[in-house]
Structures are given as structure tokens and as C-alpha cells.
């Protein structure tokens, strides 16, 4: 079910900056002393009060691994800050985050789905021993009611490691609920295989064994929410299902968009919930997706 959804990157403070990879949408561009830049908690405490109050059903957190150099060093602050205020209007709590993060998460933060990305970087060179750690932490998480989720960055890399070795591919699906194969955006940019994979799909055309997978058709595997619009089996409801904050308080249809609209105060975003979003047009393609 696709909900009302917000989604809050308070922070562009990363441990893993530069190291995991050079295109991430939150980071890539932005300066040494941007990535210092914080807005003050009681900003982000009256925003998610007025998307509760306006009917955004979902509070969608990215948790990165923190230096510290904005002042916060536990990732979890922002979260055990907001998840209060989302629970009285009762919105599902979705966060994305590293497995470390995640093995602090506790009962108690009131986090309904948790997504972990899932590439080479992270797994490193032994995968059986990163799939036990996986296997305990899935446990665990799942001991208090959470939807355990993994996103695996789709590339030729990963179609080999993951998609065509079945028994991991079997291991993957027992450790998650849902594996999502998300698509790299802007999708042009990327390379040429995957480029390549994406346009055959894009066209309607079956791309080997992984196609059922790519497209959320194999059982315990969800399509890529851009790609599915893409190749034309949904709408996609940046600006009015969706909306995004960035860490200077500038808004956005959708995570991956450009973060350009100034609403750096709860009046500016309740001006915008008021006299904007319902003027927002459904989009009918987007650039990050396409590939011609
Ligand atoms: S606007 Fe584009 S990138 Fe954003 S959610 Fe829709 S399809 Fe995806």
C-alpha cells in the first residue's frame, strides 16, 4: 500500500561519505561546511507535527552513520526525537539505514519498517559471515514487530552475485520481507550494462532469468517505485503522495528530485501544504528514470 509519505533528511553529516559511493543523492555536491549545516530539532519537531496534522500517513527517515560534525554523534537522535510526535498521529515510522545503525534500533524507537542496503561494500569479501550477521540482526528486529527490508543497489555486479546465485538469493529472501532492486538515478548516468538492462525493460522486453525480480514479480521482491512508473505500470505521486526536506530546509517532490522550494520554517511549510501542494500537477515521465 502506497501511503502518504514524508521524507526528512535532517542531517548531510555521513561516516560513509565518499567511501560507500560517489553518486549519492543526499551528499553528492555538497561542501565540506554544507555537510556541517543544522537546522535546530525544534524545526524538525514542528514540521513532522504539521504533516501529521495534514495527513501524511508515513515519516520516511534516512539514519547515516554520523562523524559528528554537525554536534550530533548518535544516528538515532533525530529519530528517537520525532518518532513520538509521528506515533500520535499515528504514521508508520520507515527508516533506511546501515546495518550497525540498526542493531540499536530498539523497541521502543517505534519503527515500523527498517530498510538496510545491501552491495559489495558492504558485504565485503565473506559473504556467509555477513549473511549470519544479516540473519541475527533480521531476528532480532523482526522479535519486536518490524518489517525487516533490504535494498540491493541493482547493477551487472549485483544481477551476478545475488539474482543469479540462487542459493543466496534464497538466503535473502528468508533474512527480509521485502528485497527492493533499486535502480540507480539519475538512471542515465549510470553505466552501460545497467543502462542497457534498464532500457530493455523499459521497452517491455524480458532481461534473462532476473526479469521476475526486477519487476517484483518473484515472491518476497518489490519493483523500484521509479522504474515501475517508467516503464508505465504506475503513476508516480511526487508532490502530492510524497513530499521531501533536505538538512537546509529546502523541499523536494521526492527524495531523488532537486531540493529547491525554501520552507526553512514550519510557517513556510505549512504556506507551501496550503497554497502549493494542491496546485501540484500529477508528473506524467521523469528525467531520473529515463533512459532515452
Ligand atoms: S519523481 Fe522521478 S525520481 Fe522521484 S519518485 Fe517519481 S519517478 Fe522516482
Not at 49 to 65: C, D, M, T, V
Not at 162 to 182: G, M, W
Not at 183 to 189: E, F, H, I, M, S
Amino acid at each position: 500500500m502506497v501511503r502518504k509519505r514524508l521524507f526528512l533528511h535532517p542531517t548531510f553529516d555521513c561516516s560513509f561519505d565518499h567511501v560507500c559511493r560517489e553518486d549519492c543523492y543526499l551528499l553528492k555536491d555538497k561542501t565540506k561546511d554544507e555537510k556541517k549545516f543544522r537546522i535546530p530539532d525544534k524545526y524538525w519537531v514542528e514540521i513532522t507535527k504539521l504533516a501529521g496534522e495534514n495527513g501524511f500517513e508515513e515519516l520516511s527517515l534516512p539514519i547515516n552513520p554520523l562523524r559528528g560534525v554537525t554536534g550530533v554523534k548518535d544516528p538515532l537522535h533525530w529519530l528517537r526525537l520525532l518518532s513520538p510526535i509521528a506515533k500520535e498521529y499515528e504514521m508508520v515510522i520507515n527508516i533506511t539505514t546501515t546495518l550497525n545503525v540498526a542493531d540499536k534500533i530498539e523497541a521502543t524507537d517505534g519503527v515500523d519498517i527498517v530498510a538496510v542496503s545491501l552491495d559489495d561494500f558492504r558485504t565485503g569479501k565473506d559473504w556467509k559471515k555477513y549473511a549470519e550477521k544479516l540473519k541475527k540482526s533480521s531476528e532480532r528486529l523482526r522479535s519486536f514487530g518490524v518489517e525487516f527490508n533490504c535494498n540491493l543497489s541493482y547493477d551487472a555486479g549485483t544481477q551476478i552475485q545475488y539474482l543469479h546465485n540462487s542459493y543466496r538469493k534464497k538466503e535473502l529472501t528468508k533474512i527480509f520481507d521485502y528485497i527492493t532492486l533499486l535502480w540507480p538515478k539519475p538512471l542515465k548516468d549510470a553505466g552501460i550494462l545497467e543502462v542497457g538492462a534498464a532500457r530493455l525493460i523499459q521497452k517491455g522486453d524480458k532481461n534473462g532469468s532476473s526479469y521476475p525480480d526486477l519487476i517484483g514479480k518473484t515472491d518476497g521482491f518489490l519493483e523500484d517505485y521509479c522504474m515501475s512508473f517508467a516503464r508505465g505500470n504506475t503513476s508516480c505521486d511526487a508532490g502530492y503522495g510524497q513530499l521531501s526536506i533536505d538538512a537546509f530546509g529546502r523541499l523536494a517532490i521526492c527524495p531523488y528530485s532537486p531540493h529547491g522550494v525554501d520552507v526553512s520554517t514550519p510557517e513556510k511549510f505549512q504556506d507551501y501544504l496550503v497554497n502549493t501542494l494542491p496546485k501540484n500537477k500529477v508528473i506524467e515521465s521523469c528525467d531520473l528514470i529515463d533512459v532515452e
